[in-house]
């Protein structure tokens, strides 16, 4: 399984859509606005709104099914979101309930009929309606769907006590663990690590012996959820013997969740020993979970495998715990890697561990990798470093082809806070063409705090961009002198009356409000 560069969440609108594409509903209507209309009716017929969502969810394809079913599992409230101009929108009431509102008492005895039906997709959103509900009434017909003689309406009632956060109800859960569906087994268990209670550790523990790999994978998964540190020989057991790949992999995302120190050794063996990339892959996401030294050796010698996805979660994981001794394995896979995500992964964790030793590594993948995002991750890495070292090869990424990476080597000149940048990063502001990046070079300036640096923020006071003016002023606030301050008698005379009055403000020794960091840290990418 391979990830993008930028993971982006779904917005409220496709979400929106997929929903109206599944259940028909107001299908047609033109677009008044370009966000859901999340006001409550003024009058509003709760349980003919149920049958008809119900009515157009029947017979829907799974995977449209899966998309609506997700999308009203996450509203249990209004947004306001702003989308694009072709967004597909929707006018029927009955949509916008399914929504944004809890079902009231005339709902509950229709989406509690629904479980007992043979349609999934109708029992998948009646369950996530009925548990948004939260009503006594709701509770009580999940608990009565439980001993229902149909197993797909068992199966939902758990799902739906699960969502309801209903934790009165863990030991009926916990007896269903017994069930003879296995779907109903699998749905028992996730309720009960959704849940939270540690009353349900003891059964799930037993559940990894289930004969049935799907219930012991969901059985490890709950106890990784329940943060349940007795369960770790346990899922360590499992991690190294079960049959099912599947298994396997819920055992080892368990022991990450834990992050006991236990959870290292037997998550060390399956990172170099299981014979499936995806258990290795998520062994190594689990080591760095633990933040422990005892893991880099193992993660050192993943960085290496034939997997690129193992390798870039081991750079990952290393650049979790941190460990100076791992710099050689990273700043190697930096050098020599023909995957662009694990040379961009070694980066970050480079800039994680801060280690000077790295900032000869970074700076050549700054100037000659042929990947412009491992670039931008070697300007950022050596801007966390900020070693002096790395000056020649960030000044050299002033004249990148891409702005990103300008930007970002102009903001690792900023936290090094050299006097010898104060000339480069002039230029930049002086000449570079995207205004993000003189900007950059301007707060840059303002960092260093060097009187050398006043003429080209005087020559930034007159760019055409006013994000580029207002940074250059603030930058200017950080310096002493009475230069500084005949620069902001002519600010007075500006159109812009932030400029003006932020010049004065300065003048009368007032505070100025810092510009933001121009360069967000970038994080780990998150595991699924």
Known sequence: MSYPRKMRRAAPHALTTSLALVCGLGAGTPPADHRPDVRPAEVADHAAFAREVLAAARGASPLLCALAARTVDGRFGG??????????????????????????ESAVPVLLDALAEGDECARAVATRLVARSGTEAAVAGLLSALRSEAPGAR????????????????????????????????????????????????????????TDAPVRAGAAQALGRLEDTTAVQALARLLA????????????????????????????????TDREVEVR???????????????????????????????EMAAWALGQIEDKSAV??????????????????????????????????????????TDREVRRTAAWALGQIENAGAIPAL??????????????????????????????????????????????????????????????????LRDADVEVRRTALWAMTQ???DAARDAYLEVLKSDDPELRATAARALGRGNVNPRPRPRPRPMPRPFP
């Open 79 to 104: 947004w306001w979101e702003v989308g694009p101009p072709d967004a597909v929108t929707d006018a029927s009431a009955a949509l916008r309930w399914a929504l944004t509102e809890r079902p009231d």
């Open 155 to 210: 199966a939902s009632a758990a799902v739906g006590l699960g969502l309801a956060g209903a934790v009165a109800t863990v030991d009926p859960l916990v007896a269903t663990l017994g069930d003879a569906a296995a779907s109903v087994r699998i749905a028992s268990a996730w309720a009960l690590g959704a849940l939270g209670d540690l009353r349900a550790a003891p059964p799930l523990r037993r559940a990894l012996a289930d």
């Open 241 to 272: 013997n079960d049959p099912d790949a599947s298994v396997r992999v819920a055992a080892a995302g368990a022991l990450g969740q834990l992050e006991h120190p236990g959870a290292v050794e037997p998550l060390a063996r399956a990172l170099s």
């Open 281 to 311: 892959r998520t062994a190594a996401w689990a080591l760095g979970q633990t933040a422990s030294r005892a893991a880099v050796r193992a993660l050192s010698d993943a960085i290496s495998e034939a997997d690129a996805e193992v390798r």
């Open 328 to 369: 050689p394995a990273l700043a190697s896979r930096l050098r020599e890697d023909d995957v662009a995500d694990v040379r961009d992964r070694a980066a970050w964790a480079l800039g994680q561990i801060q280690d000077a030793a790295a900032v000869e590594p970074l700076g050549a993948a700054l100037r000659g990798d």
């Open 395 to 460: 000044t050299a990424a002033l004249s990148d082809a891409d702005p990103e990476v300008r930007r970002t080597a102009a903001w690792a000149l900023g936290q090094i806070e050299s006097r010898e940048s104060v000339e480069p990063l002039g230029a930049a502001l002086r000449g570079d063409a995207d205004a993000e990046t003189r900007q950059t070079a301007a707060w840059a300036l303002g960092q260093i705090e060097d009187p050398a640096g006043l003429p080209a923020l005087q020559a930034g």
């Open 479 to 481: 310096l002493e002198g």
